[in-house]
Structures are given as C-alpha cells and as structure tokens.
C-alpha cells in the first residue's frame, strides 16, 4: 500500500510518497496530487521519495501522469531522495531520460529556484 | 426488487410461525413466505430459494439460531442475507451471542407487531440495494469477461514454424485483462518480426490500447523491416491516441527483426527490459541506447541495433511481470532486470536459462499472479 501527504510551500508544493507505489493504491495517489495542484494552480512540485520501498508499472505511470501535468502547465516536476531500488526501474524505462532527479529535498529545491 | 422478497421464518412453534406470519400479512408488504420447524430445514429452505431475510428464533429442536445465524454469515452466497434473531426479553446474554453471530436485528418477544414489521422494512430496503449492488457488479464482471476475451484475440493464434528456428511462447494474463501483448509479423519467407510490449495499467482501457496498438501495426508495413522507425511511428500514433486520456498510460515496447537467411536480428527498444541473448558461451543482453517509453512525448527517434546469431543462439524475450515470482531462489518484487536474476561473476549457461524457463511455467501453472506473465523464446537450430 502507499500513502501520499501533500503540503503548500511558499512558491511550490511539497508531496511526500510512502510505501509500496504498486496497482492498488496508484489511482488515489495519483489524483490526489493532481487535485491539489488544480486547486492551487501550483505546478512547481517537489515529489518526496525517500520512503518509497517499491514501484511497479503502474507507479511509473503516477510519475509519468504527474510529469505530464506539470509539463502541460509549463510547471516543473522534481522527484527527490530516490531509493537505489525505484532509481533502477526508472532507468530501465529510461525515464530518467526526461524526468527531473535530485538527490534531496534540498538539492530539488534548489533546483526549483 | 423486481419480485417479491422471499422471507424464512425459523421456529419450532406451529403458533409463533403463524403469529409471525399474520403480523407480516397485515403489514401489506408483498412477500413470498417460507417456515422452517427446526435447523434441517432451516438450511435446506437457505439453500434452495434466494432470501432477502430470515426470522430466527434461538432456541430450535436440533440447533441452536446462533449456529444458523453463523453459518449464513460465513458463507460466501448466503452472506448478504439479513437477520433478525429473536431472543428472550432482555437477555443480554443472548443478545451479544447474536451478535456474535452476525446478526443484524434483535426482537424480543413476545414480538410487537410494529416493531416487527419497522425492522423488516428497514432490512428488506437495504437487502434491495445490496442486490442491485451485485447485479451491476455481475453487469461489470460480464463486460471485463467479453474486453478479456476480445484482448485475447489480439494475440496471435498459432506460433510461426519454421525448419530452422524454434519459438516458444508462454502468455499468462492476471485474473482479468492485462496490459502484455506480443505480436509476430510474417514479413516475407526470411523476415520475422517480433514485438514484444506492456502496456502499462489494466482493465479495459489496457485492451483498448492493444487492441490500438494491433491496429497501427497492419499500418505500419512501410516501417516492418526497420525497427526504429517502427517504434518511432508507433510511439508518434500511440501519443496522439492518449492526448486527452486519463495521463498515465505508456506502453514499454521491443521490437526485432529476425533474418532467417543471414541469421541477424536488427533491434530497437523503447524502455522495455532488455531481452537476453544466449551465444553459445554465456546469456547477453540486447542493450542498445534504448528511447523511451511509447505515448509520453511525440517525435522522439529511437535507435537499432543489429547482432549476427549463430546455430545454437537463444533469443529471450520477456516483460517484467516475471519478477513479481521469486525466482532462482531470490525474493518476488527485488529484482527488475533478468541479469539481476544471476550471480554476475560467471557466465550464465544455457541449462541455467532453461531452469529460468521452467521455473517460471511452473510457477504459473501453480498460482494466480498480479501481473500478466509473458516471454518469447526463439532458438536457432542448424
């Protein structure tokens, strides 16, 4: 199961993902976010990953929903503090090829400057 | 409820059956009425007729209203049916064993009518919605059964044969639609394509996107013998379809082309695992700098990439629902590329990749997995 918790920073949003990112849970997740930058009009977004323990297909598919909403909005999409695990996976789909990765927090929020 | 409701009274007294009976006549519900005297037929009137709620007294001749009240609750068709258990006046005792049970009223007697008939309305309404509930889940499940089998003629039917290849193919989709889908194209008497892809995310949308993907392969005949630009017309035509969609759909994808006269296979992935290649000493990968996924972003390129095969070489083609299975030994879900499944130090045999095969067949054979399984096997024999 995962969980998503989402904050409003000053000039973006802070969304923090936990758990196992897999069929099941990804639809809530990922519309929960989705919902919160609408509401806000805020797509500068941070995307917290330390605690994720696993990602499956469809949790790449939250990503890449998420990458394409902020894209649209001309917003910025930074996932931070990835597990070596969830990195791998992001690499065989080759998503790392487009998708923004820090290595922490503060390293994405330096980069959202 | 289209018909009446059906209603079981439970008790050992001719009286009590009839009193229990006249009161609900006077209410004016229309309801179909069924006694049972003991537990015997008790159970046999539960198995025979489709409830909408049982009466039960506790105390019967061969049973006791509990063990009826608990068996009902426990099984999986009976379940939904309410129960109002009738009980001695304010035996608290029995009021918790009831609800023990799984009860779901109590009356005391002796029974007043009012209540009697209150509670009964109260259950019947709610057992109303429950069986539109399950007649609109049995809707849903009968479509995703037709979208199953509809994505499984997608698939192709029969395995090509050839003198000098041999092609082994092991497709097992989860429970309900999944998203692999594999495809071989005739291209000519020495050219084989093969296309391998998952389509990321279930249900019906993923059998529309194969059935999609089927599709723009008839229109992609120009592009069959160059994998890049297959995969790059592909992914132009699968991005335009999910423009508007819910988002979050890509499909990974691999395609080959296997040259039977001059054994070579030209290549191009678009981030899907990278298949394995057996060449007579040791199990290689088919890396080449592989683009993206298909559908996320228009007018990428991807590259090919060609290798020269030899009689004995085993082409192993898969998708990544093969690591939900705890394979060679290690645990499910820790792995995410085939290379990962062995001990790196020394080369993998042949024998070895065919355990790998094996293993996965039985754990299919065995057990329901989340994900679809799929792999492709194509060995080149002299």
Known sequence: ?113 | MARKPNVLLVDDYEVNLDLLEAYLELSGIPLEIYKARNGKEAYAIIEQYTLDLILLDVMLPDTSGYDICRWVKEHKLYQNIPIIMITALNDKKDMLQGLQAGADEFLTKPVDSHELILRVKNLLKMKSITNDLDDKYMQLHRELMIATELQKSFLPHKVPQYENVYIDVLYKPSSFIGGDFYDFIKIDDTHLGVLICDVKGHGVASAMITATIKFQIYDLKKQYLEPGLFLEQLNNRLEQFFRGTENDYFVTAFYGVLDLEHRTFLFSNAGHSAPGLYNGSSLQFLDNDNGLPLGILADLSYDQKQVQLHVGDELFLYTDGIFELPLRGRKAKTCSSIHELFDESAPVTILQLRQLKEEISDWVAREQIADDINYISIELLS
């Open chain 1, 1 to 113: 199961m995962c969980q998503i918790q989402i904050e409003k920073k000053e000039n973006y949003i802070l969304a923090t993902l936990q758990g196992e990112v897999t069929l099941g849970c990804t639809a809530e997740v990922k519309e929960k976010l989705k919902e919160y930058a609408e509401l806000h009009k805020q797509y500068q977004i941070l995307v917290d990953m330390k605690e994720v323990e696993f990602i499956d297909s469809s949790g790449l598919g939250v990503m890449v929903a998420w990458f394409k909403m902020c894209n649209q909005e001309q917003g910025k999409l930074i996932f931070c503090a990835l597990n070596s695990h969830v990195s791998r996976i992001i690499g065989y789909a080759k998503l790392d090829k487009i998708f923004n990765i820090a290595e922490s927090i503060e390293d994405g929020e330096q980069r959202l400057q």
